[in-house]
């Protein structure tokens, strides 16, 4: 069985990995860094079958330059392995796909930026296999120009920063292990979390940390959570 591992890096200061054709790995893992940005064309599709798939910007560089922007038509697709994207600048995201069954499955964090949906044309995150988590961490928002679109299981969304919404349109059932708006000043930005299935805020007893605005008194954002359609509860 195949078992090499794809990276891909352009290093340095200036310097951006731009995937412009697709990169396929049997069972390996697929590692992409760009030392600014990691860009995808339409046609810059990424598919493991077993193997992680790791994209990082500003990779090794200690600045705060750096973005991950996929086209939206780009898809990556890891099989079953975990999807990993970690930028401190805008992470614009569509068509991540899991099997995975970890609580590691996808992971999204922007430091210093928001995650933003990059299209309709696939839906931006499916990783719905029963003990598959996502973890989405930014600093203004995410999902904040459109709703971040997912099919997943298990959620946890955090912003750090005092403005930038939470939104999140799930298709399905959905148990939510955290949301919060973390920042302790007068923070301004919402949770809005929408599933067409039951929603289940999970409880203290499994790991689950509740939907919280953690600001002070002056905070303004509104937390909305629903469970759409009939039969479904929240």
């Known amino acids: 069985a195949s078992t090499g591992t794809i990276t891909l890096a352009a290093t340095g200061n200036g310097n951006s990995l731009a995937v412009a054709h697709s990169v396929t790995s049997k069972a390996g893992e697929i590692i992409l860094r760009g030392g600014d940005n990691v860009t995808f064309t339409a046609a810059g599709d990424v598919t493991s079958t077993t193997g992680n798939v790791t994209v990082t910007g500003n990779y090794l560089t200690g600045d705060t330059a750096g973005a ?17 994207l970690t930028a401190p600048d805008d992470i614009t995201l569509t068509g991540l796909s899991t099997t995975n069954a970890t609580t590691s499955a996808v992971s999204v964090t922007s430091t210093a930026g928001k995650i933003v949906d990059a299209g309709d044309t696939t839906t931006d995150i499916v990783a719905n296999n029963a003990t598959a988590r996502t973890t989405l961490s930014a600093a203004t928002g995410i999902g904040t120009a459109g709703a971040i679109d997912t099919q997943v299981a298990n959620l946890v969304a955090t912003n750090s920063g005092t403005a930038g919404n939470i939104q999140i349109n799930e298709t399905d059932a959905l148990v939510i292990r955290n949301a919060a708006q973390t920042n302790t000043g007068a923070s301004a930005g919402n949770i809005d979390i929408t599933a067409a299935g ?18 002070t008194t002056a905070s303004t954002g509104t937390i909305t959570l629903a469970a759409t359609g009939n039969g479904n509860s929240l």
């Not at 086209?71 to 990556?76: C, E, K, L, P, S």
């Not at 999970?202 to 939907?211: K, N, R, Y």
């Open 68 to 84: 991950i922007t996929l086209d939206a038509g780009t898809t990556i697709n890891a099989g079953s392995g975990t999807i990993t």
């Open 198 to 215: 039951a929603v289940t805020v999970e409880a203290v007893g499994t790991g689950g940390a509740g939907v919280t605005i953690d600001g």
